[in-house]
Antibody
């Protein structure tokens, strides 16, 4: 059973960089056909896709956040990471990491999720 | 990017009744790339259906999906107490992902 767990600071100051890591267990991040993803949800709001990364290092980001996002993967640690630059209060949200399954004819979607971590942007 | 619009925003239905949730896309979505999720308060979303109408592992048969092109529907045939939640549709198009804004299903 694949499990994901987010980790990182729960409080970030405005204009600074938000950094989160997702640790994958119960499966290899090197498995083909999967994209390792970040999604966020502001309080009381819907889901916003941030971006995802393949174990090859190929990344795709949301156009609305693209200029402020860097994704990376560390296959030796079975982890992937998010950096969001120049944050503001609008970036306060629960951040989820998730696995996107595109391994078959049907793109299944986000089949495994971490529990989420609240990141607050405040001075 | 493809915009998904879900309706209604909130749906009030009694237990045992049928619920019908709509997801409309701004452009045509491939039938292999449309997915539904269920999210309960304080929890991560749960994969519900993919490929428009294929139930994910462990999802009961009262959940069904239909549609094509730009109009998709999630139907819950007989609502159980555990079905009251927020439901999201999601699509994939040229490596980009978007979600609908969600439909809150509440007990009437």
């Amino acid at each position: 059973q694949v499990q994901l767990q987010e980790s990182g600071p729960g409080l970030v100051k405005p204009s600074q960089t938000l950094s989160l890591t997702c640790t994958v267990s119960g499966g290899s991040i090197n498995s083909g056909g999967y994209y390792w993803s970040w999604i966020r949800q502001s309080s009381g709001e819907g889901l916003e896709w941030i971006g995802y990364i393949h174990n090859s290092g190929r990344t795709y980001n949301s156009p609305s956040l693209k200029s402020r996002v860097t994704l990376s993967v560390d296959t030796s640690k079975n982890q992937f990471s998010l950096k969001l630059y120049s944050v503001s209060a609008a970036d306060t949200a629960v951040y989820y990491c998730a696995r996107y399954d595109s391994s078959g004819y049907y793109y299944v979607g986000f089949d495994y999720w971490g529990p989420g971590t609240l990141v607050t942007v405040s001075s | 990017e493809i915009v998904l619009t879900q309706s209604p925003g909130t749906l009030s239905v009694s237990p045992g009744e049928r619920a019908t949730l709509s997801c409309r896309a701004s452009q045509s979505v491939s039938n292999t790339y449309l997915t539904w999720y269920q999210q309960k308060a304080g929890q991560a979303p749960r994969l519900l259906m993919y490929g428009i109408s294929i139930r994910a592992t462990g999802i009961p048969g009262r959940f069904s999906g239909s549609g094509s092109g730009t109009d998709f529907t999630l139907t819950i045939s007989r609502l159980e107490p555990e079905d009251y939640a927020v439901y999201y549709c999601q699509q994939y198009d040229r490596s980009l992902i978007t979600f609908g804004q969600g439909t809150r299903l509440e007990m009437k």
